[in-house]
């Protein structure tokens, strides 16, 4: 199909899906549309913030003229709740047709395929290198991601897309 074909197949589709939402029917998705998204876990933030806490709550009980009023522990619930927040959003990269698209901390992007300038799998590590901008890396210490089925999916998107693939023992 051309590329207008597409747009216009994908506008229609969205304004179908819309109403079967409203309807409370399941949604229709084509065949070029499926994507597949891979989570990961993230266990590092809500660590370093939890850690934080006990620090302060530590410092804070050091100094001869605190009380522990309502902010102090409202302070503290705050950053509970932002480590359970980090913890409980579940960080994601999703191989679509064409192109990839995943969490960051300013929000959800998507690249295109003609914006990714090669990609290299590595034992525990996948980065997506980009024409501009910095390397998109999924690591397996860091966020819990499946290297090794994240590193297969898009040997597969590469050589759909004609992306170069570097795969490093």
């Not at 994908?10 to 409370?24: A, S, Y």
């Not at 806490?53 to 605190?66: A, D, K, R, W």
């Not at 690591?139 to 992306?163: D, H, M, V, W, Y």
Request: aromatic fraction near 12%; proline fraction near 3%.
């Amino acid at each position: 199909m051309s590329r207008s074909w597409e747009r216009k197949v994908r506008k229609n589709m969205n304004v179908v899906n819309k109403q079967r939402k409203k309807q409370g029917n399941g949604q229709v998705v084509l065949n070029a549309e499926k994507s597949e998204k891979i989570l990961g876990r993230n266990f590092i933030a809500p660590i370093l913030l939890i850690l934080f806490i006990v620090m302060y709550i530590m410092l804070m009980q050091s100094s001869p003229e605190f009380t522990m009023d309502t902010m102090f522990w409202v302070t503290v619930a705050c950053y509970f709740l932002l480590a359970a927040l980090f913890f409980f959003r579940r960080p994601y990269i999703t191989i679509g047709k064409d192109y990839v698209q995943t969490r960051r901390m300013t929000g959800d992007k998507r690249l295109s395929a003609s914006a990714i300038k090669g990609i290299i799998v590595q034992p525990g590590h996948v980065v997506i290198q980009q024409q501009k901008g910095a390397n998109w890396i999924f690591s397996k210490l860091t966020n819990r991601f499946p290297t090794e089925e994240i590193g297969e999916k898009l040997k597969s998107f590469a050589q759909a897309n004609g992306i170069a693939f570097d795969q490093k023992k």
